[in-house]
């Protein structure tokens, strides 16, 4: 497709269970981001990766939370026992390279039980 | 530590008014400063970026400033129109990292 993409749109489990989140890049580029974003704030930075590895994962709040980006192109977000104030739109974005425009997907809501 | 604060956090206008949306940052060491669109329940469209070494950005209606010493930009929409309505989030980068640090946003609503 023509712009980032997150799968699924809306996640809906119970506390303690564990959730994977999906991105698909813009083709072709290198930079990809993760952010979390509460309701009525703006979007925190989680991880960010250049290529296949994390170049910055100051932003992932405790080791429940883990990303991985095997072959460069698709990401996944995955977090372990999840709890309630896991609950946010998590979204996902790419860019061509370091100093360039971030292009956001639509997130995923992720709803804790 | 960067933190970043938009003013006003909300603003309800008639249809052709002229706006000020305000993003302040307490770290002036910028890279760049962003500013956004979203519309709810979606993710962000980028509208302007600003090099910290620039004044000023301008897209159609849409002309956004930097004064980086001061920390603050401001981004200006003439002729508002009820398509404008959303939330604009600013953000600024840093030197050495690509993350971005974003405002809490502006909620618009511009009414016919």
């Known amino acids: 497709g023509a712009g980032v993409s997150q799968t699924p749109s809306n996640k809906v489990t119970e506390k303690g269970k564990y959730v994977e989140l999906r991105c698909d890049p813009i083709s072709g580029h290198t930079a990809l981001y993760w952010y979390r974003q509460s309701l009525g704030q703006g979007p925190e930075f989680l991880i960010y990766f250049q290529g296949t590895g994390a170049a910055d994962d100051s932003g992932l709040p405790n080791d429940r939370f883990f990303a991985v980006r095997p072959e460069g192109s698709v990401s996944t977000l995955k977090i372990q026992r999840t709890e309630r104030g896991d609950s946010a739109v998590y979204l996902c974005?790419?860019?061509?390279?370091?100093?360039?425009?971030?292009?956001f997907g639509d997130g995923t809501r992720l709803s804790i039980l | 530590k960067q933190e970043v604060t938009q003013i006003p956090a909300a603003l309800s206008v008639p249809e052709g008014e002229n706006l000020v949306l305000n993003c302040s940052f307490t770290d002036s060491a910028i890279y760049n400063l962003q500013w956004f669109r979203q519309d709810p329940g979606k993710g962000l469209t980028s509208l302007l970026l600003?090099?910290?070494?620039?004044r000023e950005q301008t897209s159609g209606r849409l002309n956004a400033s930097l004064d980086k010493s001061s920390g603050r930009s401001t981004l200006y929409i003439a002729a508002s129109q009820p398509g404008d309505s959303a939330t604009y989030l600013c953000?600024?980068?840093?030197?050495?990292?690509?993350?971005?640090?974003f405002g809490t946003g502006t909620r618009l609503q511009v009414f016919p």
């Open positions: 953000a600024v980068r840093g030197h050495n990292t690509d993350k971005l640090i």
């Open positions: 974005a790419s860019s061509l390279g370091s100093n360039q425009p971030q292009h």
């Open positions: 600003i090099q910290s070494s620039q």
